[in-house]
């Protein structure tokens, strides 16, 4: 049976009509990888043991008529960030090459307990550092609608294995933009949470006042159900909030589009904007206005200062967060060196990957004692009116509509030798991460040679349920979703 133009929630009819068993879902999956992934290069890991080993226990259940877990039937890549007991996760770095965890991350136990299958663990710029997959240690993944450029980053590899429907669903972060910018260039769907919504336990930190863990697929659908049960409370994770996860799924129409005010900022359409990304961007826009939304200009005037303030403060955090990979905690070490300090030197020298060291020493210099005052607590300032200004624009609106990324996916190659211009392919995200607001990112077109263009819409705090309701209704009354890059 082809399963490829199948979403979870038809894959898991046929499961539980018995027309299918898990194992050959798991199959199918297999072998459609094993055939697809040399060519794009999404996985470091596929975990065929444990896919068909939780195949076979979904199987079991079925047979001697046990309860099911809600994702019974579903395919899942994670992003090689999230600890995987006993699964080798690598951060896409050489510094964990070989680590293989002794816990799982939450939210990927939250998921197992619901009999999700795992595929494998998908690649990414190390420890999530980047924008285009190009940073890892190990590959570059390939974006599957032209495997000439990239799939966009960090979570490239999560992103280009639901594009090439190698799984159902894949989980990514977005620190910056991680999961918002790789969905719109490969033409998925991904949802960018609050900052606090879901646990970041167990995923290796990259700035830990800005991860937020999501989800990547192809329906809204799909997204909204696995959202439901990742989202909430974590005893682990003293950032996540107490605050109800409402019943996403049930409530997929709930938002009436009928004088819905949907705010277009006009820094987001200005500058660098290529034409045919703004052209799609604001078609999505008229799309809703055709429901009976109404589009209001507005202004984020802080816009342009995001990539300073981002790339100060995260480097930062990740300075401190980097820490731990010094060979004697974690990570790899090598053998020989005189002293404790040649140790380091030579470990970290030899394992961490350049934008890595790049990073640390840009957040030593921004916290070292003579400079803190005049960049890091100038930039949570700066953060703070950031985060003001959308606290303002909601006032007046009820969601955003912005692009993810200001040109569709560009060459391998182009940007790698300049971080500079990589790190402003983020222009369009970061600011949501600054003030920690969610946002869900959905195709919306083509550009003239058949590359994706995404746009998002941004919620206020904790309103997720209305990003996934009008997404969903968006992908009820356009069809770009369901196209499918030829492979
Ligand atoms: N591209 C951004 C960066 O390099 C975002 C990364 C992320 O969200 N993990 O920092």
């Known amino acids: 049976m082809d399963l490829q133009n199948l979403s979870f929630k038809q894959t898991r009819h046929l499961l539980l009509d018995k027309q299918i068993t898990a194992v050959e879902i798991a199959n199918y999956f297999l072998a459609r990888t094993k055939e697809i992934d040399p060519k794009i290069k999404a996985f470091i890991t596929i975990t065929e043991k444990e896919i068909i080993d939780q195949a076979q226990r979904i199987d079991e259940k079925i047979k001697k008529g046990e309860k099911l877990g809600k994702l019974a039937g579903a395919v899942m890549a994670v992003k090689d960030i999230f600890l ?9 770095s050489q510094v964990l090459n070989g680590y293989i965890p002794q816990y799982s991350s939450s939210i990927y136990q939250k998921l197992i307990d619901e009999d999700v299958m795992i595929i494998g663990k998908t690649n990414t710029d190390p420890f999530a550092f980047g924008a285009s997959t190009e940073n890892s240690g190990y590959f570059t993944t390939k974006n599957p ?12 590899g999560s992103a280009a294995a639901v594009a090439a429907d190698l799984c159902h669903f894949a989980l990514g972060t977005d620190t910056g933009g991680s999961i918002r910018q790789p969905s719109s260039l490969c033409g998925v769907s991904g949802i960018k949470t609050t900052y606090g919504r879901n646990s970041r336990y167990g995923i290796t930190a ?9 989800v990547f697929a192809r329906d809204v659908e799909d997204i909204a159900l696995v959202t439901e049960i990742t989202a909430g409370l974590d005893p682990h994770d003293a950032t ?5 996860v409402p019943k996403y799924t049930e409530n997929l129409k709930k938002i009436n589009i009928k004088g819905l005010k949907i705010g277009l900022p006009k820094e987001y359409f200005t500058g660098s904007i290529d034409p045919e990304v703004k052209e799609k961007v604001l078609n999505a826009a008229k799309e809703f206005e055709k429901q009976g939304a109404i589009l209001v200009d507005i202004s984020l005037p802080s816009t342009d200062l995001g990539i300073a303030v981002y790339y100060i403060l995260i480097p930062s955090e990740i300075s401190a967060n980097m820490a731990r990979y010094d060979g004697i905690r974690f990570g790899q070490s090598v ?16 394992y961490m990957e350049p934008e890595v060291k790049r990073r640390i020493l840009i957040g030593t210099y921004a916290l070292s004692s003579g400079y803190y005052d005049a960049y890091y607590t100038k930039a949570a300032k700066v953060r703070t009116l950031i985060k003001n200004e959308f606290v303002e ?3 007046n609106v009820d969601v955003i509509l912005a692009p993810c990324s200001p040109t569709p996916a560009w060459k391998i190659g182009a940007k790698v030798n300049d971080p500079l211009q990589m790190y402003l392919a983020d222009v369009y995200t970061v600011c949501i991460n600054v003030a920690g607001v969610p946002g869900l990112a959905l195709p919306c077109g083509f550009n003239n040679q058949n590359l994706p263009i995404g746009f998002q819409l941004i919620g206020n705090f904790f309103e997720e349920e ?16 369901q196209k499918r890059p030829q492979l």
């Not at 609608?145 to 490239?156: F, H, K, L």
């Not at 990259?206 to 999501?214: L, N, T, V, W």
């Not at 209305?466 to 979703?481: A, E, I, N, R, V």
Request: with cysteine; proline share 4%.
């Open 84 to 92: 995987t007991k006993g699964i080798q996760t690598t951060s896409s």
């Open 145 to 156: 609608w032209n495997i000439e450029m990239v799939p966009g980053g960090s979570s490239g």
């Open 206 to 214: 990259m700035a830990s006042s800005f991860d937020c863990p999501g």
């Open 240 to 244: 996540t909030c107490d605050i109800e």
């Open 335 to 350: 053998d020989g060196a005189p002293d404790i300090v040649s140790y380091y030197m030579q470990t970290r020298g030899k």
């Open 393 to 395: 624009a909601f006032k």
């Open 466 to 481: 209305k990003l996934f309701s009008l997404g969903h209704q968006f992908q009820q009354f356009t069809d770009y979703h």
